[in-house]
């Protein structure tokens, strides 16, 4: 089955200041890669995601980079505020829109003033 | 996308007790799924849980200690059996709208098992 690895654990960043969050995959069959923020006690939400006809896709301040050779992709968050601070999740999955997804381990981001 | 609503928010068990978990959709879906995240950890997929027949479950998970229903397209429920501490963890709900639509999840069911 699927395997997602997420680096690193805990990121610590002065505001302002960019934040790059990486996960690799094993299964070569996967094509769709969502992002998740999960702030304490509250639901996963969706951020960003990205499928595998795609390189890079940006929204704002956010934007996922995919590299299908080397089965890697990356979130990256720009001019980062307090509250971006949360844990981030990233996933991947085969079938599209993600029937069955496989999440990472998550990133603590903490953005300080 | 879909408002998921999930009942209890929290709960606290005796060990060896059995507890139902309600999804709500405010809309139809194709697709709805069951997570457990133990605490500070990440999110695991227990099953999936298809309307009419009976739910598709992940390595490490049995229909005898997480039956599943799902009786139309727009609920599901999820009961853990025979609670031990071991089960204390959130329980969380997802749904998909279909296409190339993504998941979007419920606010969880925090579970303590005494």
């Known amino acids: 089955g699927e395997n997602v690895e997420q680096h690193p654990s805990t990121l610590s960043v002065q505001e302002g200041d960019s934040a790059v969050i990486k996960c690799t995959y094993s299964?070569?069959?996967?094509?769709?890669f969502p992002w998740y923020k999960q702030e304490l006690g509250k639901r996963p939400q969706l951020i960003i995601d990205?499928?595998?006809?795609?390189g890079e896709k940006k929204d704002q301040r956010i934007a996922v980079t995919l590299n299908k050779t080397a089965k890697h992709f990356s979130l990256h968050i720009t001019e980062t505020q307090p509250e971006d601070s949360a844990v981030y999740f990233c996933a991947a999955a085969s079938g599209g829109g993600g029937n069955k997804l496989t999440f990472g381990t998550g990133t603590q981001l903490k953005v300080e003033l | 996308s879909a408002v998921i609503s999930q009942k209890p928010s929290r709960d606290i068990c005796q060990r060896g007790t059995s507890l139902t978990i309600q999804c709500q959709v405010d809309s139809q879906v194709t697709m709805m799924f069951w997570y457990r995240q133990q605490p500070g950890q990440s999110l695991t997929l227990i099953a999936t849980a298809n309307q009419g027949s009976e739910a598709t479950y992940e390595s490490g998970f049995v229909i005898d200690k997480f039956p599943i229903s799902r009786p139309n397209l727009t609920f599901s429920t999820l009961t853990v059996s025979n609670m031990s501490p071991e089960d204390s963890s959130i329980y969380l709900c997802?749904?998909?709208?279909?296409?190339?639509?993504?998941?979007?999840f419920g606010d969880g069911t925090r579970l303590s098992i005494l």
């Open positions: 299964d070569s069959a996967s094509n769709y």
């Open positions: 997802s749904a998909r709208q279909g296409g190339n639509q993504p998941q979007h």
């Open positions: 990205i499928r595998s006809n795609v």
